[in-house]
């Protein structure tokens, strides 16, 4: 270190000079390190050529690095495919170790089978979370809502575990998927609680359906001596009601050697009672009868295909009706209100729900929710209206129905054939199932309910439209004529067309055209030609759609909407060529309706112009007394048919039943004029193979404070004639509305409820 001794001022100058010094040292030290960066080798100073430029550094590459999916995506899709029982979706999200230890049905399985156990309706979740434990697990905990039919909502918060494989999060199986209470195997029983279910009641309370003591009563007919005949059938009548030449009818043409019975009808036990010991069932001198304890139909079953039947839940529906509540071995409804009706004829269902562990020990009680009654729904048909309905359709096929024509009430609805729902119960269905393969009446659809399924051509019935479509139009008025004769040449090319009177002339050779009638007295007549000309001039003059507009504002075509049975729509063409128009104008070619259809609009005719929707149910009572549905009228709209133009169509209507000359004088004039004021009209429709259908439609015109106005609607099928068959079955129901019975013999009686036998044909030797 250097001396820095002496004066003051010299001091001075020395540390200035030692400072000075240093600076130097310091500034050459750095250009010295600056210049080792240069090759030592080079003594020249390196300056950058002028077409050269620097090579800029890259930096080094990132690290790769894979990010791993969000596990709470497979998580949702997971719970989502179980909201709508995507069990295929659920078991391909499984990790190769769950499928390897649990199989596809054995998955399966298990997830329906706790669904039917608790009677699932509706599963809703909520992921609460999920992390990621590793690179290769993962864990989300989420809360399930199970809705269950019986007992409510079951809520839990669980947990699922994850592991990737390929690059995708898949589920650990584990059977706590559902609530962690079924870990270590547990399994769920649900104790059912069922009400029993509720009666069907006819407008007046007259018990159709309820549970009841009950025999089965039948004939095999090759076991019946003959001189016994006699006692065995009065004894069928005194217990069925059947009188006997209407059951020896039934058994008139069964086979020989065939021993197996021919059941007639079930009848409540106390009545059976009062004579036989059938606690072990019956058989003797052909009369067999088997007691049984079922869900009783009166009366050999009211209005089958409407009230409809009840049958055991069959194999393969167990775990559908399982999930609604159920219990295997319940019965339910099958068709008509039976059916429409289960909620409420069945009750509200409760259960206590248990989790129950390896050996069959309860573990814990989920929930308990007690039943609640059924409600007994009471229907607007009179049981003496329907029973007479069903026994005027004995020998044919068809319908009866009638309603009230201002309120859309149905009083009957009767189908042919018609079936009786008590075959349904086991101790019956083996001779059910025989009878049906061999006797007729039971072979032709007996579950259709041709009222308001059985889809027709209306036939003559159609012309009061097709005469509302000629009056709204204007080209047509009450006092337009047309001469009526045998044959309709109008189309040029077409093939002459005949009238119903050339048919009757064929036959008996006296019946002459009608000659020359204005519009309503063609409908009195029933003229085809004049309908066809009708129908003709609409679509030449610019009106193709007016006859089917005006069927469809009749409602023909459109389900009625009627609530408690099932129903067609039926077809109401649009024509396309003239002769569209003709077969349009009289009811045939593709127009097809409903009974149930015909009988509104007859209705709103016969009430003025409105609409009603048909109804059967009258009311539905609840447990606390208080009804949760009454009938009220539900009106639709109405005609579209001025007041002036509705008048001159009843007036027609009136004149088909009164006049001397109407279609269905001599079936109804006189009872109209005397007895009871009615108006309508007869049709004839053609079938397309064998005789044509036979229709009347009409109303009444009592006008009575306490007996509503009725529309009545026939139909027997391939039966000839509307005025010789399906006129006097009208007229029976009148009588037996009004008057409460029936004592009109219908002209293929040998008495009431008894059919005429066959003539049978002399054999020349």
């Known amino acids: 270190m250097p001396n820095l001794s002496g004066s003051s001022s010299n001091r001075m100058m020395k540390i200035e000079r030692w400072i000075l010094f240093l600076l130097i040292s310091i500034l050459t030290g750095l250009l010295m390190a600056g210049c080792s960066a240069v090759s030592p080798a080079s003594t020249e100073t390196l300056v950058p050529s002028a077409t050269e430029t620097a090579t800029p550094t890259l930096p080094p590459p990132p690290e790769k690095t894979t990010p791993v999916p ?92 994850l592991s990737l494989e390929d690059g995708e999060w898949r589920v650990q199986w584990a059977d706590n998927l559902i609530i962690p209470e079924l870990a270590g195997g547990n399994y769920l029983w649900m104790d059912r609680h069922i009400p029993s279910r509720a009666n069907i009641y006819d407008r007046n309370e007259n018990v159709l359906v309820a549970f009841a003591d009950a025999v089965s009563v039948g004939l095999v007919p090759g076991e019946m001596n003959p001189d016994d005949e006699g006692k065995v059938l009065s004894e069928v009548q005194w217990l069925t009601g059947l009188k006997p030449e209407a059951v020896r009818y039934m058994y ?129 048909l009179d049981k003496d209206m329907q029973s007479t309905a069903q026994e005027m359709l004995l020998k044919y096929r068809g319908a009866v129905v009638v309603m009230e024509v201002d309120t859309g009430r149905v009083l009957a609805m009767a189908s042919s054939p018609d079936f009786d729902p008590n075959a349904f119960e086991p101790l019956n269905a083996n001779s059910f199932a025989q009878l049906t393969d061999y006797y007729d009446p039971y072979s032709g659809q007996p579950f259709l309910n041709r009222v308001s399924q059985g889809q027709y051509p209306l036939g003559s019935v159609f012309k009061i439209i097709t005469m509302a479509a000629g009056l709204e139009s204007g080209v047509f008025t009450p006092q337009s004529t047309y001469n009526c004769q045998y044959s309709f040449d109008e189309v040029q ?45 609409l679509f030449r003059q610019g009106y193709p759609d007016a006859v089917a507009e005006m069927a469809r504002g009749f409602g023909l075509g459109s389900p009625t909407g009627i609530e408690g049975v099932e129903e067609e729509s039926g077809n109401i063409p649009t024509p396309g060529t003239e002769v569209d128009a003709l077969n349009n104008a009289i009811g045939q070619g593709d127009t097809q309706v409903t009974p149930l259809q015909v009988a509104q609009f007859i209705a709103a005719i016969g009430n003025g112009g409105t609409i009603y929707q048909p109804q059967i149910i009258e009311r539905i009572a609840s447990p606390d007394g208080d ?40 079936i109804l004039g006189p009872y109209s004029r005397n007895s009871y004021a009615m108006a309508g009209k007869t049709g004839t429709a053609e079938s397309g193979s064998g005789e044509p259908h036979a229709w009347f439609a009409g109303y009444t015109r009592e006008k009575r404070e306490n007996q509503p106005d009725i529309a009545i609607v026939v139909i027997a099928e391939n039966a000839g004639e509307g005025s010789e068959i399906a006129a006097p079955i009208f007229r029976g129901m009148v009588q037996q509305y009004f008057e409460g019975q029936r004592t009109y013999r219908l002209p293929w009686e040998d008495d009431i409820g008894v059919l005429s036998y066959p003539e049978e044909e002399e054999v020349e030797e």
């Open 252 to 380: 008139a043409d069964w086979p020989q050697g065939v021993n197996w019975p021919l059941p007639l009808m079930a009848v409540p036990l106390e009545k059976v009672e009062q004579r036989y010991d059938v606690s072990n069932g019956y058989d003797d001198r052909g009369l067999v009868m088997w007691p049984f304890s079922s869900r009783f139909y009166f009366n050999g079953g009211a209005g089958a295909q409407a009230i409809g039947y009840v049958s055991y839940i069959q194999q393969g529906e167990e775990e559908e009706y399982l999930r609604k509540g159920y219990q295997k071995d319940e019965k339910v409804g099958r068709q008509g209100i039976e059916a429409w009706g289960e909620p409420y004829l069945g009750g509200t269902r409760g259960g206590t729900l248990y989790v129950i562990d390896q050996n069959d020990d309860p573990v814990t009680q989920l929930a308990d929710v007690s039943a609640q009654p059924s409600q007994p729904i009471y229907t607007t």
């Open 493 to 537: 090319g077409l093939a002459p067309r005949y009238d119903w009177t050339w048919d009757h002339y064929q036959e008996d050779g006296e019946t002459l055209p009608s000659g020359l009638l204005t519009l309503p007295e063609g409908l009195m007549r029933s003229c085809n030609p004049y309908f066809w000309h009708i129908g003709l001039e």
């Open 627 to 666: 009804p949760v549905f009454e009938f009220e009228p539900i009106e639709k709209g109405t005609l579209p048919v001025s007041p002036q133009n509705l008048e001159v169509i009843q007036d027609a209507m009136i004149s088909v039943v009164e006049n001397r000359r109407g279609t269905a004088q001599f």
């Open 70 to 161: 969000d596990p709470e995506e497979t998580v949702r899709a997971y719970l989502d495919a179980w909201k709508i029982d995507d069990y295929a979706s659920m078991y391909k999200m499984l990790t190769t170790i769950s499928q390897d230890a649990i199989t596809e049905e054995e998955f399966t399985s298990w997830y329906k089978g706790n669904a039917a156990e608790m009677a699932l309706n509706e599963v809703e979740y909520d992921i609460l979370g999920s992390f990621v434990q590793s690179t290769r697990s993962a864990q989300a905990s989420y809360r399930v809502n199970l809705d269950s039919v019986l007992v409510g909502d079951i809520a839990r918060d669980t947990v699922m575990n």
